[in-house]
């Protein structure tokens, strides 16, 4: 199994660690920095094992036929995560076409 990031979501968490410290959500750089990656390796080591649901139509807009998973981080944050399954020589790639959290999408879903 295979996690991999289109270049749009990898780009936003490189910048996620450097907005969450300029709002004040943590004190330090190097602490905001730290949730990031640990949201990024929980992502690539436990997707494939997550349970997953299909998307509702409004994020279409990120790809047609896209399921999601959850990744609670804390008691007020929960990440989710967007992404469609490929195979390739039978082996299934996991593609992450977009992320957000409950602040932002959690209406939509």
Request: glycine letters at 4%.
């Amino acid at each position: 199994m295979q996690v991999i990031f289109l270049p749009e979501v990898f780009d936003y968490l490189e910048e996620l660690s450097e907005i969450l410290y300029e709002k004040g959500y943590f004190s330090f750089e190097e602490t905001a920095l730290g949730y990031v990656l640990e949201l990024y390796d929980d992502i690539v080591s436990n997707l494939p094992k997550c349970q997953h649901k299909p998307a509702p139509k409004y994020f279409d807009k990120y790809g047609k036929g896209m399921k999601y998973a959850s990744f609670r981080k804390n008691k007020h944050t929960t990440w989710y995560v967007f992404f469609r399954i490929y195979k390739k020589y039978e082996e299934p790639i996991y593609m992450v076409r977009y992320i957000s959290n409950n602040h932002v999408i959690a209406q939509y879903l």
